[in-house]
T-cell receptor, first 113, second 109 residues
Framework: EAQVTQNPRYLITVTGKKLTVTCSQN?????MSWYRQDPGLGLRQIYY???????DKGDVPEGYKVSRKEKRNFPLILESPSPNQTSLYFC????????????FGPGTRLTVL | AQRVTQPEKLLSVFKGAPVELKCNYS??????LFWYVQYSRQRLQLLLR??SRESIKGFTADLNKGETSFHLKKPFAQEEDSAMYYC???????????FGTGTQLKVEL
């Protein structure tokens, strides 16, 4: 089944403890992206990637890192999480660009204490 | 900077009534506009985009460059239309997607 998967789905952690949220797609898509969803703020793009080793900042990149070593994977790294990064995170992919239909993952609910 | 505004957090209509979800944007160039929808317990998914000029599930949206709007319309609301709707914009030729804050549509019987 063609899909985007994220792991973990739920995570509670403490301030400063490095964590990685994985994202994988099996559709051979070139474009991948991370968003955070917060009440009253909608979805905001964190980072996106046009292809392997090509990444760029979205609207809210501070405090996050990403890497794209393989086409199918696009992990989101929080080196030193803080409580203001408590949010619902979505990964998405599309065939070539951000203008193509984006396929979203199920979301990862992160709580930073 | 590009910006998308959805002025209504919640829109409640009766079944069979017309629906209009408002979306305004600010961008000086030629944008690409989209509507994404999230049904309960489902993933966010594309509903329609302005370049396709198509009608999906009875919904249409017309890009009005003069009013910088991309309102989503449906003549007769159905119960299954209840969902969260997001308007989104990409600057022409760009790849950074900007979403609005979303409108929760509730269709009542």
């Amino acid at each position: 089944e063609a899909q985007v998967t994220q792991n973990p789905r739920y995570l509670i952690t403490v301030t400063g403890k490095k964590l990685t949220v994985t994202c994988s797609q099996n559709m051979n898509h070139e474009y991948m992206s991370w968003y955070r969803q917060d009440p009253g703020l909608g979805l905001r793009q964190i980072y996106y990637s046009m292809n392997v080793e090509v990444t760029d900042k979205g609207d809210v990149p501070e405090g996050y890192k990403v890497s794209r070593k393989e086409k199918r994977n696009f992990p989101l790294i929080l080196e030193s999480p803080s409580p203001n990064q408590t949010s619902l995170y979505f990964c998405a992919s599309s065939s070539r660009t951000g203008s193509d239909e984006q396929f979203f993952g199920p979301g990862t609910r992160l709580t930073v204490l | 900077a590009q910006r998308v505004t959805q002025p209504e957090k919640l829109l409640s209509v009766f079944k069979g009534a017309p629906v209009e979800l408002k979306c305004n944007y600010s961008y000086s160039g030629s944008p690409e506009l989209f509507w994404y929808v999230q049904y309960s317990r489902q993933r966010l998914q594309l509903l329609l985009r302005h370049i396709s000029r198509e009608s999906i599930k009875g919904f249409t949206a017309d890009l009005n460059k003069g009013e910088t709007s991309f309102h989503l319309k449906k003549p007769f609301a159905q119960e299954e239309d209840s969902a969260m709707y997001y308007c989104a914009l990409i600057a022409g030729g760009g790849n950074k997607l900007t979403f609005g804050t979303g409108t929760q549509l509730k269709v009542e019987l």
